[in-house]
């Protein structure tokens, strides 16, 4: 996966196809801190409604600073992050 497929899909989550879940999976195997590609990556297993769902979101809540954030994400259809942080603050 290049960048620029990586940066589509962050601005489209809803949009993530079982390729591309599986190709963020790739970075995550070489980048396991990366909590934006789990959160992803989390986000097409739910889509796909996968068994490995429940497994993946104990991790991934285990990497994430603030989980709020990833259930705001996980469940919204359109994720607004502007709109969460000027809510935050």
Known sequence: ??????????????AI???QTEAVKSIIDEFPYFQ?????YLKGLK??????????LK?????TTD???????ITSTEFLQNDISTYIK
């Open 36 to 40: 934006s590609a789990r959160a992803i």
């Open 67 to 73: 989980r709020t954030v990833l259930f705001d994400f």
């Open 17 to 19: 196809t079982h390729a």
């Open 1 to 14: 996966m290049n960048p620029t497929d990586f940066t589509y899909i962050l601005q489209k989550p809803q």
């Open 47 to 56: 889509d796909l409604g996968s068994f490995k769902y429940n497994q993946e």
């Open 59 to 63: 991790t991934t809540a285990a990497y």
